[in-house]
T-cell receptor, first 114, second 115 residues
Framework: AQSVTQLGSHVSVSEGALVLLRCNYSSSVPPYLFWYVQYPNQGLQLLLKYTSAATLVKGINGFEAEFKKSETSFHLTKPSAHMSDAAEYFCAVSGAGTASKLTFGTGTRLQVTL | DGGITQSPKYLFRKEGQNVTLSCEQNLNHDAMYWYRQDPGQGLRLIYYSQIVNDFQKGDIAEGYSVSREKKESFPLTVTSAQKNPTAFYLC??????????????FGSGTQLSVL
């Protein structure tokens, strides 16, 4: 069984401020972890993924996330927010098997203000 | 350009009516998925197919049906048995292999509403 908890359904930051979106996971097998971004009325786009290699993962658009097994966390960060980062962000977990399903969190909507 | 095409972008259903959402991919992907997205609930898996002529129920399959007659196509039918069909529906696909879910591509979605 696997699950994802995203803390905070809405996060608001000022332009230029640090972005921190929280994700905690539960998995009975070594997890693969993902962050996706969704812009309004569009599909999801992969930001970054952890697949048991380096624990600090760098993704597109300046985002990165760190896998911390002891804390069962995979928080998403960006040093300086930009207006174009405003979107909904989803954390997801899966196992490594070919038949493993992807389980999504409930999403965090990021608002960026001037 | 390769990608996943979902149509229509907006769809309205009358009471008791079946409607079909289209999903086509030209990525030569083996596996295809249908997700339902409701506000505040994230994405929930409806059906998935790992190979032509085979598909499995996801977490919320009741009231839905699918077919996979061609590798490129995975249409979803929302039947009259689905009492709360209003949602945003997303189709996704991936190539098969050991690195599961690493290359999951999403379509741009269909918003289904009830008249």
């Amino acid at each position: 069984a696997q699950s994802v908890t995203q803390l905070g359904s809405h996060v608001s930051v000022s332009e230029g401020a640090l972005v921190l979106l929280r994700c905690n996971y539960s998995s009975s097998v070594p997890p693969y972890l993902f962050w996706y971004v969704q812009y309004p009325n569009q599909g999801l786009q992969l930001l970054l993924k952890y697949t048991s290699a380096a624990t600090l993962v760098k993704g597109i658009n300046g985002f990165e996330a760190e896998f911390k097994k002891s804390e069962t966390s995979f928080h998403l960060t960006k040093p300086s927010a930009h207006m174009s980062d405003a979107a909904e962000y989803f954390c997801a977990v899966s196992g490594a098997g070919t038949a493993s399903k992807l389980t999504f969190g409930t999403g965090t909507r990021l608002q960026v203000t001037l | 350009d390769g990608g996943i095409t979902q149509s229509p972008k907006y769809l309205f259903r009358k009471e008791g009516q079946n409607v079909t959402l289209s999903c086509e991919q030209n990525l030569n992907h083996d596996a295809m998925y249908w997700y339902r997205q409701d506000p505040g609930q994230g994405l929930r898996l409806i059906y998935y197919s790992q190979i032509v002529n085979d598909f499995q129920k996801g977490d919320i399959a009741e009231g839905y049906s699918v077919s996979r007659e061609k590798k490129e196509s995975f249409p979803l039918t929302v039947t009259s048995a689905q009492k709360n069909p209003t949602a945003f529906y997303l189709c996704a696909s991936r190539t098969d292999g050991l690195a599961t879910n690493e290359k999951l591509f999403f379509g741009s979605g269909t918003q289904l509403s009830v008249l």
